[in-house]
């Protein structure tokens, strides 16, 4: 059984620019979370998706965005990019009954 | 307010020597308590999941365990390929399924 696929592993970006970041989740799962990881402040909710509609979403400016589509993949965009924004960008997807989550590798995104 | 704090940041054992990590939580209502491992630049791996006080779960050398306000993630004779990061996440009855609140995760190394 494939695991949670996250695309593109590495990327750097300028200040200003825009990144889009992809995620296929476990085949049959539906639900959808991105997590922002730095080490100062560790694993950081920025939203949920499931079955195409946002659900929750963390503390992170109007600039990080995300969707979901009908095969369950998804996106996050960050507009604007600032330096503050590198980080490790981790995308899970849900197991439901048990509410397990299962990462990705995850996105490493530099912002120089 | 919902919190979660590992102890200690971090940890050096040498091969063999047994010891505790701890996860204390601060919920109003405990849905799960997971726990993961993460190495160096990738995406975190799960290990356990408990979901009531007294509860119990093991594997390999790690073996995890749960009262109503902490959670230990005990190591016996530890070997170098159990160095990582452990990080310990909850998800709360309140702010609906979706939110999962995580430590900063304990580093630990492992000696040979």
């Known amino acids: 059984k494939a695991g949670v696929t996250q695309t593109p592993r590495y990327l750097i970006k300028t200040r200003g620019q825009q990144v889009t970041l992809s995620c296929s989740p476990i085949s049959g799962h539906r639900s959808v979370s991105w997590y922002q990881q730095t080490p100062g402040q560790g694993l950081q909710f920025l939203f949920e998706y499931f079955s195409e509609t946002q659900r929750n979403k963390g503390n992170f400016p109007g600039r990080f965005s995300g969707r979901q589509f009908s095969n369950s993949r998804s996106e996050m965009n960050v507009s604007t990019l600032e330096l503050g924004d590198s980080a490790l960008y981790l995308c899970?997807?849900?197991?439901?009954?048990?509410?397990?989550?299962?990462f990705g590798e995850g996105s490493r995104l530099t912002v120089l | 307010e919902d919190q979660v704090t590992q102890s200690p940041e971090a940890l050096r054992l040498q091969e063999g020597e047994s010891s505790s990590l701890n996860c204390s939580y601060t919920v109003s209502g405990l849905r799960g308590l997971f726990w993961y491992r993460q190495d160096p630049g990738k995406g975190p791996e799960f290990l356990f999941t408990l979901y009531s006080a007294g509860e119990e779960k093991e594997k390999e050398r790690l073996k995890a365990t749960l009262t109503k306000k902490e959670s230990f993630l005990h190591i016996t004779a530890p070997k170098p390929e159990d160095s990582a990061t452990y990080l310990c996440?909850?998800?709360?009855?309140?702010?609906?399924?979706?939110?999962?609140?995580f430590g900063t995760g304990t580093r630990l190394k492992v000696l040979a």
């Open positions: 996440a909850v998800q709360p009855t309140t702010s609906g399924t979706y939110k999962y609140i």
């Open positions: 899970a997807s849900k197991q439901r009954n048990t509410g397990e989550l299962f």
